[in-house]
């Protein structure tokens, strides 16, 4: 039998390829059985570890797609070719899906300007999509209600989530269940790309593995986020991997 899950430090992650992730989005908005996608990496299994709700969330999700190379070599480790998803184009995939089939999107999270480019983008690229919501993601806690209605009233079939980890995945754990057909996907810094703000690293950094390398260098303060959480997973794979030998 072909293994469609492998875990890694406790937690399962779909060994999908990126077209038939994308389906698999498609399936769960055509029977509306509702779905919350997590686009993990190393730093998110150890957010897993140490807060109860993350952990819940990573054991929940109906899609868990391998972003990020730390998750692309952990699963090398354990003897699985995987390809990565970069979470930020798989979402813009689910974008052009939504604009090709009619579904209604809202995007939550980044910065008053940074979101409103976003959408002025999106639009440019996809002139038919349905954008039903979209608010900047700094608010306090009594507005959040609000914004869950909000977003409940709009019915999304897809909601993007750009608050950061873990956040986004908390925020829409909740949502869904006021919204239990719809699909929600956290995607992180993506608007900040969409919009045109940061530029993804050049396509030959991408291709080696070395995208978090290139993001690091422009943005230094993302090295004391990454390091030492990705040597320190890495051995923690490696000591998993050993035990189950
Ligand atoms: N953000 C937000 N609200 C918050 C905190 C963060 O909307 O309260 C946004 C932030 O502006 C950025 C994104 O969330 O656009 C997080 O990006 P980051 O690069 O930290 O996420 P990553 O891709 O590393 O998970």
New binding site residues.
Partial sequence: MVKTREKVLGYGIDLVSFNDALLRVDESIKNKSGMQIITI?P?MISQGHSIPEMNEILNSAELVIPDGIGIKIALKLKGVEQERIA??EFAKKIVELCEKNGYKIAL????EE??NKTAENLKKEFPMLQIVYAR????SKDEELQIKEDIKNAAPDVVFT????P??EIFNKEMKQLLPESVFI???????VWSGV?QRAPEIWQKTGMEWLYRTIK?PQ?FK?IFPALPLFLIKVIMEVRKEK
Avoid: H, P, T
């Fill in positions: 990496n730093e979470g930020v939550l999270g980044a910065k940074i979101l900047n993601g700094y608010f750009a608050l950061g980890a956040k986004q956290g995607i992180g810094g993506s608007f900040d940061v943005e993302r986020r």
